[in-house]
């Protein structure tokens, strides 16, 4: 398998009034082609900030501070402007969060079909750009003539469609979906993930799945991440993650999941709150929540420990 | 569409009752006023028999309410009447002065939507940076200058030490007014009989009073764009936008502006009144010969008829103007539905 994604100890810092948020603090992450993987992690992890860094849309005054993030072998961190505009939505699409507030309120949905396909294709003839946008909305479930409205007036789950839809028009290589579904309700979250995992095939996507919600991380990934305090506490194929997680935060993360099966007179929670980033605790990021921390945890923090072909960063396994 | 017809019906029907309350605030502030148009005109020393004379040829020995009513129904008729001072319709008057307003108040707001817009929008995109501070600061700074100090200051600068642009008035001596029949718009009018060089003389005289005016009011929307903007800039679509690669520039004049400008359309509807206030200062300053200097000096002199009919067709310019920007809304936004 080629490799297309491998980030390489990247730091993003976010310098503000009372000291610097290190949002993320030495991630290093390999994505092969084709592969889903799932980045999990309560709010505030550093999952949607990893996501922003690799097509450098950090809002100011966050910034990459070290690292290399290499697409291809090519490092984003060095591209220059113009570089990593080619990329942006041409080789590598993002969608977001809220559908209903992605798309621009005052402009037709072909207009900006057309306007993102001409970025990218210069000399492209607006007639055939228009052709595009139908047929990839006919493959998305949408009828073609939607194209001529404005997007107040689509559902939610339609315009979640159209922002992948104009994410795939370039057919990029690489999708990073950052929450796609928070938003959308449970039975068109359904719909929308299963369509997502057809477009995989079709396209032959990788796809980066930021979600904190591990249900459909389930249903779609190959691999999961799971990123606490702007670390990576672990990552490893779904299934072994799921049956058997090494990571505290990992195990106190599955345990958090509602099960109709188990007879729980109340839902097992993790104490504490997620870490100060601007003075993360010593150590290792989640001794202080940690149920099995031992002495080392507090002053020393793991390295990257491999165990049955799984990555772990956790003194429990040294 | 059968909506935004009915809407415009009931919008031009709302602004009758407007005329009328405005209308009797006038009628009863300008005779409390102190002074009459007959004392006005003879001085203070006038023999008691020759002002009571005059009092009663202009009707104004009559018990107020009729006179209040008599000055009603000759309105719901469409007359303005006469003028008490002068030998002159007021309506005539009006049609005389209306074009030099609407040439400067045009060009006026032309220069202050565009300084005001592009400066605000590009503060924005420049937050915190040295542009955006320098663009904040003469936000506020225009803002707080009085618009006569900033024509003397403009006449002082451009017409008196470097000595390029006329101080006063509409055209130069050697343009003769036979040019100017027609619409009494002298831009369209020398258009109209191709006579560029009146033209251009025309152009040189408004520059310094519509930039004045502009100028002033650029300050609100300065600061306006930018808070707009920067709220703008922030939402979803910007970064949405930014990860499909479009230029930031385009973002930023495009996508954002477009979505900034409903509110500042708003503002310039409600501004209107405020140019219309600056326009009787920049005529007075200027010498230019419109609405605002003829009310300024029909009030010296008490021509009740002439004042009263001048802030009428001031307030129905306000309310024009806040109608079709009412209109442009739902060109702009598709949202937004009458």
């Known amino acids: ?318 | 569409m059968r909506n935004l017809t009915r809407y415009i019906i009931t919008r031009v029907l709302l602004t009758i009752p407007m005329v009328l309350i405005l209308l009797s605030i006038l009628f009863v502030v300008l005779r409390l006023t102190p002074g009459d148009p007959v004392s006005a005109m003879l001085g203070g020393h006038a023999p008691e028999r020759v002002i009571e004379q005059k009092k009663e040829e202009l009707g104004l020995n009559r018990p107020m309410v009729i006179q209040y009513l008599d000055y009603l129904w000759q309105v719901c008729r469409l007359d303005l009447g006469e003028s008490m001072v002068f030998k002159q319709r007021v309506t005539t008057a009006i049609a005389e002065k209306l074009p030099a307003t609407i040439e400067l108040t045009f060009f006026g707001l032309i220069i202050t939507l565009f300084l005001g817009v592009f400066m605000g929008a590009y503060a924005a995109d420049r937050r915190r940076q040295i542009q955006d501070s320098a663009i904040r600061l003469y936000g506020i700074v225009v803002y707080c200058i009085p618009v006569y100090w900033m024509g003397l200051m403009l006449q002082l600068t451009f017409g008196i030490w470097l000595d390029i642009l006329p101080i006063a008035g509409r055209t130069g001596p050697r343009v003769f007014a036979s040019t100017f029949e027609k619409t009494g718009f002298y831009i369209l009018d020398t258009i109209l009989v191709r006579d560029f060089s009146a033209l251009g003389d025309v152009m040189i005289h408004l520059i310094l009073p519509s930039f004045t005016l502009g100028l002033v009011l650029s300050g609100i929307f300065v600061r306006l764009t930018r808070a707009n903007m920067l709220d703008v800039l922030r939402a979803d679509y910007i970064i949405a936008a930014e990860a499909r690669g479009i230029r930031h520039r385009k973002i930023v004049y495009k996508h954002a502006l477009k979505n900034a400008f409903i509110p500042i359309l708003t503002m310039m509807g409600l501004q209107v009144a405020l140019l219309m206030a600056g326009a009787v200062l920049t005529e007075t300053t200027f010498s230019w010969p419109g609405m605002g200097r003829l009310l300024l000096e029909r009030i010296y002199l008490r021509d009740y008829p002439t004042i009263q009919g001048t802030i009428i067709v001031f307030a129905l310019i306000v309310a024009s103007v806040s109608l079709i920007v009412d209109i442009i809304y739902a060109i702009v936004d598709p949202r937004i539905r009458y």
Request: with cysteine; net charge negative.
């Open chain 1, 1 to 318: 398998m080629e490799q297309i994604l491998e980030l390489k100890d990247l730091k993003v810092q976010f310098p503000i009034n009372i000291g610097t948020v290190r949002a993320i603090d030495g991630v290093s992450l390999k994505l092969e082609q084709g592969e889903v993987m799932g980045l999990v992690g309560e709010s505030g992890c550093g999952k949607s900030t990893l996501g922003f860094s690799i097509l450098r849309l950090l809002r100011p005054p966050g910034r990459i501070v070290s690292g290399e993030i290499l697409y291809h072998g090519q490092d984003i961190v060095q591209m220059s402007e113009k570089e990593i505009l080619s990329l942006r939505g041409n080789k590598i699409a993002m969608i977001f969060q809220d559908p209903l507030t992605s798309l621009n309120p005052l402009f037709r949905i072909d207009q900006q079909f057309i306007e993102t396909l001409l970025t990218h294709e210069k000399g492209l003839e607006k007639k055939s750009a228009f052709t595009r946008a139908e047929k990839i909305l006919e493959s998305l479930g949408i009828s073609p003539e939607r194209l001529l409205e404005y997007p107040h007036q689509m559902s939610g789950g339609m315009r979640q469609r159209i922002m992948i839809g104009m994410g795939l028009i370039l057919n990029p290589d690489l999708l990073i979906a950052d929450e796609p579904t928070t938003s959308l309700d449970v039975i068109v979250e359904a719909q929308f993930l299963d369509l997502l995992n057809d477009l995989r095939r079709q396209y032959n996507l990788t796809i980066i799945l930021i979600t904190h919600n591990l249900g459909n991380v389930a249903q779609l990934a190959d691999r999961i991440t799971v990123m606490y305090g702007g670390t990576i506490a672990e990552t490893g194929p779904a299934g072994a993650i799921f049956e058997d997680p090494l990571h505290p935060y990992s195990q106190g993360l599955l345990a958090s999941i509602p099960n109709i099966k188990l007879d729980q007179p109340k839902l097992m929670t993790m104490p504490g709150s997620p870490p100060d980033l601007v003075n993360p605790p010593a150590g290792c990021v989640f001794h202080p929540r940690c149920p099995r921390a031992i002495d080392i945890c507090k002053v020393e923090r793991p390295g990257v420990i491999k165990q049955d072909g799984r990555l772990v960063s956790c003194w429990l396994y040294r």
